[in-house]
């Protein structure tokens, strides 16, 4: 019996990317490596301000030898307007693809749906779209994009609802988008960019790379994305999240007694070795390590 379920989301728009030197241009600008990208495996990245601080977040696939790009509709029209700034002469076009949705399967076995193997950026391409396991962390679910996304694919579980798909992600730990990452606000790094592959240290120069590559191997990160469980609902962004008298973070995401927060890391630290509660509210919660990555 099936155990996962299906959503489309509606807070995704698409961008189509195509002409000769796209690759070349690409890879100049975003954080990972676009040269992985094929019929056959989607990436995450995001494109960074020069001083490291995110833009935009988005997967990038391969479709009929274009590009096409899956963001956060909020930051779709502003993502369009900087892509086409960089481009200047280089034979490239960028352009919406309106009739395109996103869908997703999430839960238990929806990483092997249909034809797919489980492996993260995992990718079936057909006439009508794209089916691609998330490549930030194969447990997040199947990613299905297209005129008719649901269609693409045999089993689609039950019907479930956005938040369901919320909850779901917020539970493993996993932030997106300008509403929890903020625009010009968060270093790729403390929001887990580089753990849920979506920096390659590798590639070369891209915008905001200098600062990145510095973070990684010069500095210990002060602030981090953490996965927090309360226990009763927790207040919307941006709540404070407090130790005692002292603020040591702020809500990033939040759905009913799950939630996401950027914490000082140090301060974290100091309040669990004096043995502080710490609350959001009225809501007490305590900060979980994510199953990809462990940070407190």
């Not at 395109?100 to 492996?119: Q, R, T």
């Not at 493993?172 to 606000?185: D, I, K, R």
């Not at 390659?200 to 973070?215: H, I, N, P, S, W």
């Not at 007490?284 to 940070?295: A, E």
Request: aromatic share 6%; charged share 25%.
């Amino acid at each position: 019996m099936t155990a996962f379920a299906h959503t489309l989301l509606e807070n995704r728009s698409i961008l189509k990317i195509g002409g000769p030197e796209k690759r070349d241009f690409l890879q100049g600008l975003i954080t990972n490596d676009v040269e992985q990208i094929s019929p056959e495996r989607a990436i995450y990245a995001a494109l960074l301000t020069p001083q490291g601080k995110i833009l935009a977040d988005f997967f990038l696939a391969e479709h009929n030898e274009d590009f096409v790009l899956d963001c956060d509709a909020a930051m779709a029209a502003n993502l369009l307007k900087r892509l086409t700034m960089y481009k200047l002469r280089a034979q490239v076009t960028i352009e919406p693809l309106p009739n395109w949705k996103v869908a997703v399967l999430f839960g238990d076995g929806a990483e092997n749906a249909g034809s797919l193997a489980g492996e993260a950026g995992q990718t079936v391409s057909s006439d009508g779209g794209l089916v691609f396991i998330d490549p930030r962390y194969a447990a997040l679910g199947v990613r299905l994009m297209g005129v008719d996304p649901l269609s693409l694919v045999p089993d689609k579980g039950k019907e479930a609802t956005a938040d369901d798909y919320l909850a779901h992600r917020l539970d493993l730990g996993v932030a997106e988008g300008p509403q929890e990452l903020g625009t010009e606000q968060m270093f790729a790094l403390e929001a887990n960019l580089a753990e849920l592959n979506g920096v390659d240290f590798k590639k070369g120069c891209y915008v905001g790379q200098e600062l990145t590559a510095r973070m990684k191997h010069k500095t210990t990160l002060r602030k981090r994305i953490v996965p927090l469980v309360a226990d009763k609902a927790v207040p919307a962004a941006p709540a404070p999240i407090v130790a005692g008298d002292r603020e040591i973070g702020t809500v990033c995401a939040a759905s009913a007694d799950k939630a996401l927060g950027l914490l000082r890391l140090d301060r974290l630290e100091e309040s669990q070795s004096a043995g502080l509660p710490v609350q959001v509210g009225d809501a007490r919660v305590t900060p979980q390590n994510p199953p990809w990555l462990d940070i407190v």
